[in-house]
């Protein structure tokens, strides 16, 4: 057994409650009280937490994340010619496997099915764009696509927000300098941990959400206890990101039973996953549906 199995193992589950409470501000629940769960907050769909992370690598892309009833999914592109095709790696493109007909024009053709919202509260679905590589490009390209789309689309317009039936945001490398300068845009740019930090913020109108790497916070891979120390750090940065009035999303998070429901329960705004199904079928079985913590 590691040095870190050790000091884990002798961690009391007594000390993880007691973090939650001191941080949380309110009494020390059980450890029965993950789940199932009761809460007087309104029902919502526990489904709507969580992230399809690279959904196009999914069996059926986009179609599945709807039917599931996810809050947000995320597609990788790159710059190719006048396009922007989609996959994970370069070797993966292929012509006509676009953002355009993978996702704008299917999402179109939603939301005019529906007449409206695609979820299942009302707001709107948000569709996190991870330019791999070029971009600037990228961002030429996309600009020009989501034109064409504004109906459908959220507005980001000197300063204010005008929601839509879907939110796009910008993630990997992200062209920040020329986002920001548009002062009438179909999109917003996802953040950094750093960004919470920043002598000066970033507008929440340009940064709406904040993503990062959970290696940053903890290498907990959810086959034992979190410790004290963990769950105060993930707890503070939740507090941070929504006194901003940002939403906090983490990559490379334990994708598994444990990870979902330690997630959920610190008030983790999107939940990456790329089990989708098994993952909405865990929260609603087990009762995680009574709004956000």
């Known amino acids: 057994m590691n040095n870190r199995a050790n000091i884990r193992a002798r961690v009391r589950r007594s000390l993880w409650w007691a973090a939650l409470s001191l941080v949380a501000g309110c009494a020390a629940p059980t450890p029965s009280a993950i789940a199932p769960r009761t809460a007087p907050a309104p029902a919502q769909d526990p489904a709507l937490r969580l992230h399809g992370h690279n959904d196009y690598l999914q069996p059926v892309p986009l179609r599945r994340a709807l039917e599931l009833g996810l809050g947000s999914l995320e597609a990788d592109v790159y710059p190719v010619g006048d396009e922007l095709q989609v996959g994970h790696e370069r070797w993966q493109l292929r012509a006509g496997r676009t953002l355009r007909s993978m996702y704008l024009e299917p999402l179109r053709a939603e939301v005019e099915r529906r007449g409206g919202a ?10 996190l764009v ?9 961002w030429r390209l996309l600009r020009r696509e989501l034109a064409e789309f504004a109906p459908m689309l959220t507005r980001f317009v000197g300063g204010r927000v005008e929601p839509g039936a879907i939110t796009i945001l910008l993630s990997g490398d992200r062209p920040r300098a020329l986002v920001a300068a548009d002062r ?7 953040g950094r941990l750093s960004d919470l930090d920043a002598a000066t913020p970033p507008p929440v109108d340009l940064v709406p959400w904040v993503s990062d790497t959970w290696r ?3 290498d907990w891979t959810g086959s034992d206890d979190l410790m004290d120390d963990e769950v ?5 940065l939740v507090q941070k990101a929504h006194a901003q009035g940002r939403e906090l999303r983490f990559w490379s998070a334990p994708d598994r039973v444990e990870g979902w429901r330690a997630l959920f329960d610190f008030g983790v705004d999107h939940i990456s996953t790329d089990l989708p199904a098994k993952a909405a079928e865990f929260l609603r079985e087990n009762g995680y549906g ?3 913590p």
């Open 290 to 292: 009574a709004g956000n």
């Open 184 to 190: 009438d845009r179909r999109c917003a740019l996802d």
């Open 130 to 138: 991870d330019i791999k590589t070029g971009g600037a490009e990228a």
């Open 216 to 218: 940053k916070v903890s």
């Open 118 to 127: 695609l979820r299942s509260d009302g707001r709107p679905l948000v569709l």
């Open 232 to 236: 105060v750090r993930v707890r503070a």
